[in-house]
């Protein structure tokens, strides 16, 4: 047998589980499809938010202040007179923004590392120990000690966030690596002599690939949430900028009066985080059947 | 002739009272929103002091018998049949009066102990949990009574091994302890499913002479559910062959393990190594699949005696031979 | 035991340092100079000096690390700037408030996920269980700070049966320390309530299909016995297992969850020292929650080894 068949043969037994009919059984899954619509929906609302609530977010009308929802106002107004519909349509695009960024540096750094972390012993006991010690620990505790240092700012939410989430998908992208090298078809084209950095693009990324994208939607769901929490208790995104987070700070004052203010930017924020958690649980299901939890 | 009346076993008069008595005892799964049949038609009976073995192949339903017995069998069976247990019938009592009669009247040997014993109890409070509520002693009472049954099963430093749990125990002690938890409320059957296979074939011929000692000492009627037919011909007086979800021949285990009359007991014998024939002889096919069953003869198939007579289903009682279901039974003696 | 606990006890200790390097380091290479944010732009540049040899910070960052250690271990974390007073009197005025909340947020979230996983998993695929998975999903996926103001609004607000915010310490009274603490724990245990529940759910399922369980019925107990002594005992080892990883969670959701009901807690505390550039008791407050995580950490793998025999204490 050549080199070129084991290869080609490990190549084809590695792809075998990415089913070629994960797009079919996809848009067979009522959940995927409808978590995915949600996602795509919140989406087009931050990249078209001028177009559908037209006019500055910020501007306060005190005249109209604590409007209840109505045809006017749809959401209703809040303690400056500020249209709670524009601010929600308007603040999913930091929201969406901090998530995405968030989801794809640390999942980036995280296979990285991950894949550094699954092949060099070295690399393995230090990076671990580090990560044992991020996980276990609040990571919006040391996102607020970080944004203390670095002052609010949506570049300081997204370090501390990226920081913070490095760690459970680097354990991930870790683990799945260490099943996988110790495949059999690693090990026939290591011994046929593939240089390293091919087995790692040919064989290994691949493999790993379908818990990094279960992974990224769960991160995305809690760099969503990390972002409200952090904005939310005055360490996040600047006073001035607009987020769902930043909304319910002030609002919180008001519930008695003007529940609205709460209940609107709450409701954007728990739909998104469903829709990112329904999506990966979804995902995990189609991709990974072992893993699927009984239904 | 009602399997009732077949002869006794060497050592048990024919007056001895019948304890289970299975007629056409069937038991159905939901699959895919049908009841599909797991075993049908099962007939047989087993008297105190006896011991009465349930051979066959794995699949063959066997278990599925066994748990219907019990009256734990899976999730959304359906039971179809008669079965009475001392006399009483069982299968229309209320699920509480149903549970009632576990433990006290029955008690099962598992296959695996290292998994039917709980892993985070004491085997004291496993002990004694069944002694109290069946039996409603104290908690002191039930432990003076469990360390007695550990020692009637030969477990040494019995109030040690009460505290202790089922990972610390060697396989045959962990057997030993699921004999004397089965046998603690005194029932008057006992079924073992297959209560050796998981062990090391030296322990296994000591936990056989334990069970036998113990059907003698305790006078219960057993039931082992068992693939090995060496173990049906040294340790059980009568056997029930089963094929497919049925009974297809009941005789007493010499003639079961020396001269069957069913094709395919035959040829269980022919397969195991060191009985019958020199040459080890495995059954032609494979066993046919649940819900696949042929109309007639569901061994004739991989039957070397078929006809065409075997497209029509043979009964158990009224074939040629008594307890023999089948059209073409074998009569010659072969050694 | 001991050698067990001294070994929990190493495999603890990244979770209290790596966070406190974290945070070592990020104040030291932040941009800018630390002491000139902490005093603002009126400080004389004595003060500044001043200040800067107080934090160490005109060595070099090997010996500001080795000095910083020191500190730890005598217990010494320096003054608040803020409140004029070692670090080490402050955090003891607030740290009682986040234990206590975390306790009962942790409590709650494993009772209610024991709970409602149970309840699932016997009433599996039926609409009872349906809906037990459906709020769990929806229980995940629900920001703390948000469910609080919609707790304030339903039963402090509109229902009035509890108040709307403050804290009364247990000293005071036990119903009214409880009628205070309520609906900060449960808001802050909720998500990890509806993963509880997930998780219980699921390992009922299995634990139900084990041998042992089918052992337990063919001894004639009870089902409500099989269920609440044997199966239950089981099925919620591995809910006691993310218990550790529960709490990191809520020490971090406590401080939203003080904010909003305005209790005077570790994480407020936090917030405001961050706001007031107080460095030596935002590092003081990041070791407070560290060793806090530490101790409940071994307490729960403590548990965890009573609970499960086959656990040794190796």
């Known amino acids: 047998m050549t080199a070129a068949d084991t290869q080609a043969e490990a190549r084809e037994a590695i792809r075998a589980p990415r089913a070629p009919s994960f797009l079919q059984r996809f848009v067979r899954n009522p959940t995927a499809v409808l978590s995915f619509a949600l996602l795509v929906a919140f989406a087009l609302m931050a990249i078209f938010a001028p177009l559908i609530a037209p006019g500055d977010p910020m501007r306060v009308n005190p005249v109209v202040r604590f409007t209840p929802p109505g045809a006017e106002y749809f959401f209703g107004t809040d303690n400056l007179g500020r249209d709670v519909f524009r601010i929600v349509v308007h603040g999913s695009r930091t929201t969406l923004l901090v998530g995405l960024v968030v989801t794809v540096i640390s999942m980036g750094l995280a296979t990285i590392l991950g894949l550094l972390s699954g092949f060099y012993r070295a690399v393995d006991v230090i990076l671990m120990r580090f990560v044992d010690g991020l996980m276990a620990f609040p990571g919006i505790v040391l996102a607020t000690a970080a944004a203390g240092f670095l002052g609010p700012a949506i570049s300081t939410v997204i370090i501390s966030l990226t920081i913070v989430l490095i760690s459970p998908s680097l354990r991930v992208v870790r683990g799945q690596v260490l099943v996988v090298r110790e495949a059999q078809m690693i090990e026939a084209a290591r011994a046929t002599g593939v240089p390293t950095g091919r087995i790692f693009r040919r064989y290994i990324l691949p493999a790993v690939m379908s818990p990094i994208l279960v992974q990224a939607s769960f991160i995305f769901s809690a760099a969503v949430l990390g972002e409200a929490a952090l904005s939310f208790i005055g360490v996040g995104i600047g006073p001035t900028d607009i987020s769902w987070g930043n909304a319910l700070t002030e609002a919180r004052n008001y519930i008695s009066q003007a529940p609205w203010i709460v209940i609107f930017p709450g409701l954007a924020l728990m739909l998104t985080i469903l829709a990112l958690n329904l999506l990966g649980d979804s995902l995990r299901d189609l991709l990974d059947p072992r893993l699927a939890r009984r239904r | ?335 | 035991m001991l050698r067990y606990l001294a070994k929990r006890f190493l495999l603890i200790l990244p979770t209290i340092f790596v966070p406190l390097i974290m945070v070592f380091l990020l104040l030291r290479l932040a941009p800018g100079d630390p002491a000139g944010m902490m005093l603002g732009d009126q400080a004389t540049a004595d003060q500044l000096a001043a200040l800067r040899a107080e934090l160490g910070l005109d060595q070099p960052l090997p010996v500001q690390f080795l000095l910083w250690l020191k500190g730890i271990f005598t217990l010494d974390l320096g003054n608040s700037i803020f409140f004029r007073e070692p670090v080490m009197e402050v955090i003891p005025r607030y740290a009682g408030v986040t234990i206590l909340l975390t306790l009962v947020a942790l409590t709650l979230a494993i009772v209610i996920g024991v709970v409602m996983g149970v309840i699932s998993a016997l009433n599996r695929n039926n609409p009872v269980d349906r809906g037990v998975v459906t709020s769990a999903v929806l229980g995940i996926s629900l920001p703390e700070f948000w469910f609080a103001l919609l707790l304030i609004f339903l039963f402090s607000v509109t229902l009035r049966w509890f108040p709307v915010s403050g804290w009364t310490p247990p000293s005071a009274g036990l119903i009214a320390f409880g009628a205070s603490i309520f609906l900060p724990a449960l808001a802050l245990g909720i998500r990890q309530s509806a993963l509880m529940t997930r998780m219980m759910r699921s390992s009922m399922l299995d634990v139900m299909d084990e041998p042992y369980i089918t052992t337990a019925r063919a001894q004639g107990l009870p089902e409500r016995k099989v269920i609440g002594s044997y199966a239950m005992r089981t099925a919620s080892i591995p809910v006691l297992t993310v218990a550790g990883l529960a709490a990191g969670y809520m020490l971090g959701g406590a401080v939203a969850i003080e904010i909003v009901f305005a209790l005077p807690g570790l994480g407020r505390m936090l917030v405001e020292a961050v706001a007031r550039r107080d460095y030596p008791l935002v590092e003081g407050g990041v070791l407070t929650i560290s060793l806090v995580l530490a101790v409940l950490n071994l307490v729960i793998d403590l548990l965890y080894a009573v609970l499960d025999p086959r656990i040794r204490y190796q």
């Not at chain 2, 109290?132 to 104290?138: D, Q």
């Not at chain 2, 094709?263 to 494979?286: K, M, N, W």
């Not at chain 2, 046919?288 to 009964?315: D, H, L, V």
């Open chain 2, 1 to 335: 002739m009602s399997p009732l009346d077949m002869t006794a076993a060497p050592g048990a008069g024919t007056e001895t009272k019948v304890v289970l008595e299975a007629e056409n005892l069937g038991v159905a799964l939901p699959i895919d929103g049908k009841y599909v049949p797991i075993t049908t038609d099962v007939s047989f009976s087993v008297r105190r002091g006896e011991a009465v073995a349930l051979v066959g192949e794995s699949g063959c339903g066997k278990s599925m018998t066994a748990s219907a017995i019990m009256g734990l069998p899976p999730r959304g069976a359906k039971v179809t049949g008669r079965l009475r247990i001392n006399g009483r019938d069982v299968l229309d009592l209320s699920p509480k009066r149903r549970r009632a009669l576990c433990g006290s009247e029955i008690g099962f040997i598992f296959q695996e102990p290292m998994t039917a014993l709980h892993p985070t109890l004491r085997i004291g409070r496993q002990m004694t949990d069944t002694l109290c509520h069946n039996l409603g002693l104290s908690r002191s009472a039930a432990m003076t009574r469990a360390a007695e049954l550990l020692d009637l099963v030969g477990i040494p430093r019995p109030k040690d091994i009460l505290k202790g749990y089922v990972h610390q125990l060697s396989g045959g002690m962990r057997q030993r302890v699921m004999i004397a938890l089965a046998l603690s409320c005194d029932p008057s059957l006992v079924i073992a499913d297959e209560p050796t296979t998981a062990l090391d074939v030296t322990i296994q011929a000591q936990v056989l002479d334990l069970m036998e000692k113990m059907r003698r000492e305790f006078d219960v009627a057993m039931l082992f559910i068992t693939h090995d037919l060496e173990v049906v011909g040294d340790f059980c007086d009568r056997a029930v062959v089963m094929y497919a979800g049925d009974v297809v021949e009941t005789a007493t285990a010499a003639e079961v393990t020396r001269a069957p009359h069913h094709p395919y007991t035959r040829g269980l014998i022919d397969a195991v190594p060191g009985t019958g024939l020199e040459r080890l002889v495995p059954i032609g096919g494979s066993v046919p699949q649940i819900g696949a069953w042929p109309e007639g003869c569901r061994f004739a198939p991989r039957c070397s005696r078929a006809t065409e007579k075997c497209a029509i289903r043979p009964p158990l009682e009224g074939a040629p031979m008594p307890d023999v279901r089948c059209w073409h039974p074998l009569t010659e003696e072969r050694t």
